[in-house]
């Protein structure tokens, strides 16, 4: 089994900075490509941005030059840094890493955790 654990959500106001984290627990072998996409409610699920287990990067266009994918592979760990959150950003945040078990890889998702931006 693996699990993957998010935090750092919360409340901030525009233009304002948050950093989540996704760790990952479990039979792990190796952790491939990851990343993060959002829901906002009415809205379909959006692509936020990844990283492969080189380094390459892939970013939205709506958060291009604003927020940042980073890991800690010693911790099975990805992080996105938010900078100047706009209230378009507000959704729920779900982190995602495809992990190689040793027969397969397979994606796992995060549990979700809320970004709200506003006054």
Known sequence: QVQLVESGGGLVQPGGSLRLSCTASGSIV?????????????????????????????????VKGRFTVSTDNAKNTIYLQMNDLKPEDTAVYLCYQNVGSGTAVRAYWGQGTQVTVSL
């Open 30 to 62: 190796k952790i491939y490509n990851m990343g993060w996409y959002r829901q906002a409610p009415g809205n379909q699920r959006e692509f936020v941005g990844s990283v492969t287990s080189g380094g390459l990067t892939n970013y939205a266009e709506s």
